[in-house]
């Protein structure tokens, strides 16, 4: 569950395209650099003892969204899929006290949600390794020179990529990251936070799509919860 709530990581390529020192270095940074959403899942016995906090909570959502089948979700509503979940095991009565139904209940009615149930093909937890230009990784100049053919190997996991009806691969990104009262109200201040603080890690995972599929995603977005909502990245992502 942790590594999927990971943005995407950088490592050393080996083999004839190994990274020079310095390219090792600039994924390092790109490691230390990005911002989680949420930490992982803390032991059973904290949660059941009433100490949840809102990272237990995102992060049982998120479990909802992993494993739940959308139609049953759509047709029957989010209690009994739940009810589902957790009678096959997988979630925890402990995890399903924590998620958010509230913000599920959104996602259900939601025109996303008829739009993936639409989907010509569907992937969830869409798990990624491969290599990308090293140069990806900076915006200083002589070092993005230096950088000109290495390589860095990237993994991650994407919550949802999917394929519209009209053939275009969209990559989404469930986030529950707390808004405050004035963000919830303006969708252009929680934007400009979401975005801000993701559009690096969806850009890496864009750039990852591109190069396994052979084409970009024609949409990269940000699935807030907490808003009901969804926030587009600039085209160029």
């Known amino acids: 569950v942790a590594e999927k709530d990971r943005p995407a990581t950088a490592t050393s390529a080996v083999g004839e395209e190994a990274v020079s020192g310095n390219a090792a270095a600039t994924a390092h940074a790109a490691r230390e650099n990005a911002e989680t959403e949420e930490l992982p899942l803390r032991p059973a016995f904290c949660r059941e003892r009433g100490e949840a906090t809102a990272a237990d909570r ?7 969204l992993q494993f739940c089948d959308f139609r049953r979700l759509h047709d029957l509503g989010v209690e009994a899929e739940l009810s589902r979940l957790t009678e096959r095991h997988f979630l925890s009565d402990v995890d399903a006290a924590l998620v958010q139904k509230r913000e599920l209940e959104r996602f259900r009615q939601s025109e996303l949600l008829a739009e993936m149930l639409s989907a010509a093909d569907i992937w ?4 990624f390794h ?12 002589p070092l993005k020179e230096a950088l000109k053919g290495e390589y860095v190997l990237v993994q991650g996991v994407i919550d949802c990529l999917f394929r519209d009806a009209s053939g275009r691969l969209c990559l989404l990104d469930y986030k529950t990251d707390r808004l ?3 963000e919830l109200s303006d969708p252009t201040l929680a934007a400009r936070k979401l ?6 890690q969806l850009g890496y995972y864009a750039d990852a799509v591109e190069r396994i599929f052979g084409t970009r995603p024609s ?11 969804m ?4 085209a160029e992502t």
């Open 58 to 64: 995102g992060t049982a959502t998120h479990l909802f």
């Open 124 to 127: 969830r937890e869409f798990r």
């Open 130 to 141: 491969v290599r990308l230009p090293a140069d990806r990784f900076t915006e200083e100049p």
């Open 195 to 200: 975005i801000g603080r993701h559009a690096l």
């Open 219 to 229: 949409r990269v977005g940000i699935y807030s919860l907490p808003a009901g909502r």
């Open 180 to 182: 405050t009262r004035a």
């Open 231 to 234: 926030f587009l990245l600039p």
